[in-house]
């Protein structure tokens, strides 16, 4: 049961507003990045999940407290059984005007499967992580993708008039030869692309993080030899900082949570497939929504619960990777929380 009237919006003990929410769907996933997880991964028994029910209703009710932007993610989101019913559940809220944005971050691999679908429940623009255009390259970075399909689910994207950002992670010695062509390659598609400082999230088995680490100031460096970027001013409401390729007319982010810390204007937060609530990517401290959510058909508990974690958000995180800093940051994976 949900309450009627509209409660206050959430406020951090910064004075930031929070109106951005990102939920992990599920921790499953059908690839296994290199620099995201171990090949072999233990994922959490269903009983634990979250059903598509409670998302919705938790979904919403940080919807009515101000939420104005959701982003459904993973693990991979379109993985999950029934996906496209929480999806067209939560679509009212696109209806009734309370939320902005229905989006979701994706690994490409269904949206052959769904792209129509999504944009028949009002999604408009989806992310899809491709970190490279080379098939080999794709096989060894993923481990289990299928570079294929997901041109096929790029294309199918397309069609069905869902506006596409290719988020690339950079990983020194894999794909840092490729951008500029990967940036070229976004131009004539007609893709906004974002490129992406390797995170010190969860152990990742034999790989480190030194050796995949490459500082974004680098890139853009080089980049900058072969394309004119104009810094923008635009924001996606996200911790990207932008520029316009001009040869290409295509927007370009940089996701620089190493080299420039991005916390000053953080307005999201995020949520497991558990129910628990992360009120900072890069810190542990987290609150258990699952517990109230279940206690009472009433929302007031859930309520109290998010009001109350929103009150301990930090104000930043601290990743560093050196050499002299070896261990993950925190210990889950972004599979967890969500990229
Ligand atoms: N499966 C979906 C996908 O591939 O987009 C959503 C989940 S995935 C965890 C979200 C994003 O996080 C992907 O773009 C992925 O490349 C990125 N990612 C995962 N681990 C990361 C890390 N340690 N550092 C930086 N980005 C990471």
């Known amino acids: 049961m949900q ?18 929410l990102r939920v992990s769907v599920t921790d499953r996933c059908d690839f296994r990045c290199v620099y995201c997880m171990a090949e072999e991964m233990t994922f959490l028994p269903k009983k634990e999940l979250l059903t598509l029910e409670e998302l919705d209703r938790l979904c919403s009710a940080f919807i009515r407290q101000g939420v104005r932007k959701l982003r459904l993610t993973g693990g991979e989101p379109l993985v999950r059984r029934g996906i496209m019913g929480l999806i067209e559940s939560l679509s009212r809220h696109l209806d009734s005007g309370a939320l902005d944005e229905l989006t979701l971050t994706t690994n490409g691999s269904q949206l052959a499967r769904y792209a129509e679908q999504l944009h028949a429940c009002g999604v408009r623009r989806v992310n899809v992580s491709l970190d ?17 399909r997901v041109m ?20 020194k ?31 990742i ?43 290409t007319g295509r927007k370009l982010g940089f996701i620089t949570p190493l080299t420039h810390n991005f916390c000053e204007s953080c307005n999201r937060v995020r949520i497991t497939c558990t129910g628990q609530l992360y009120m900072c990517l890069g810190q542990d401290d987290d609150a258990d929504l699952r517990a109230p959510l279940r206690a009472s058909e009433a929302d007031d508990l859930l309520d109290a619960a998010i009001a109350e974690a929103i009150g301990r958000k930090p104000k930043g995180h601290d990743f560093i990777i050196d050499r002299r800093h070896r261990q993950p940051a925190v210990a889950r994976h972004m599979s967890v929380t969500g990229g």
């Not at 309450?3 to 951005?20: C, E, H, K, M």
């Not at 490279?132 to 294929?148: H, N, Q």
């Not at 980049?223 to 001013?233: P, S, V």
Request: charge should be negative; aromatic fraction near 8%.
């Open 3 to 20: 309450n009627a009237v509209t409660s206050q919006p959430l406020i951090d003990p910064f004075g930031r507003a929070i109106t951005y």
């Open 205 to 247: 088995g034999g790989e480190t993080r030194v050796d995949q680490y490459l500082p974004l100031s680098l890139v853009r460096a080089r980049l900058a030899q072969d394309w004119t970027l104009t810094e923008l001013d635009y924001s996606s409401g996200g911790p990207a900082r932008y520029v316009r390729v001009e040869e």
């Open 173 to 203: 010695g894999v794909n840092d030869d490729e951008l500029s062509d990967m940036i070229a390659w976004c131009g004539r598609e007609g893709h906004d692309m974002t490129i992406i400082e390797v995170m010190p999230m969860g152990d």
């Open 152 to 171: 096929t689910g790029l294309e199918a994207a397309k069609r069905a008039g869902l506006q596409v950002k290719v988020n690339a992670v950079a990983l």
């Open 132 to 148: 490279t255009l080379d098939a080999d390259k794709f096989l060894e970075i993923t481990r289990w993708g299928r570079f294929d």
